[in-house]
């Protein structure tokens, strides 16, 4: 197989994803989620040794508290997905690796513009004037943060999203909507 397999007529898929960085929003996130186990185990040992209905119940503190874990963690772990196939653009965002949330699902073709999203090129994003933005990058500072712009056909709105492209990525949007990234 050579380098440019994986988009084109064969119409194979090609995906990746970018995990979110961790900044100081997810660290906050993380010390919160800690500090609610911690105090959920806190009233509930109190409230058992306090009274005596309830001191049978401390048993199931280890399994309740795991059963929150689980259910809550994966907020902390979050991924955006990628995937290419047949001219379209899906993103997605993944929580914990088990939860995934579509956010996006266009036609390559659809894309006004496409370009890296650096101060070069921040009067483009600007003179766009997008009336909805989704966000799925690892930060809003990542090194190859780049925007696609279009209008929506069905709304009307203008709409704009900022991702992080790997250079296989780019290869399949110019392949798909080269005038677009020539802009």
Do not use: H
Not at 13 to 26: C, H, Q, R
Not at 84 to 112: D, Y
Not at 130 to 159: C, H, P, Q, Y
Not at 163 to 179: D, G, M, Q, T, V
Request: proline share 2%; aromatic share 14%; glycine share 6%.
């Amino acid at each position: 197989m050579n380098s440019d397999s994986g988009f084109g007529s064969s119409g194979a898929p090609f995906e990746y994803t970018v995990a979110e960085a961790n900044n100081k929003a997810l660290k906050t996130k993380k010390l919160l989620f800690v500090v609610g186990y911690v105090l959920y185990g806190a009233i509930i040992l109190g409230l058992g040794a306090g009274s005596k209905i309830f001191l049978p119940l401390m048993c199931f503190i280890p399994l309740s508290l795991w059963i929150i874990i689980w259910l809550t963690w994966r907020f902390t772990q979050v991924e955006y997905e990628y995937s290419f196939f047949s001219g379209a653009l899906t993103v997605s965002r993944v929580l914990g690796n088990r939860t995934r949330k579509k956010l996006l699902e266009i036609r390559i073709q659809s894309f006004s513009s496409v370009f890296a999203a650096n101060e070069m090129n921040q009067s483009k994003i600007e003179a766009f004037a997008a009336e909805n933005t989704i966000f799925a990058a690892s930060e809003a500072k990542a090194e190859n943060l780049w925007v696609a712009l279009w209008t929506d056909a069905e709304s009307g709105k203008r709409m704009a999203l900022y991702f992080e492209p790997n250079e296989k990525a780019i290869k399949i949007l110019k392949y798909y909507n080269a005038s677009a990234m020539a802009k």
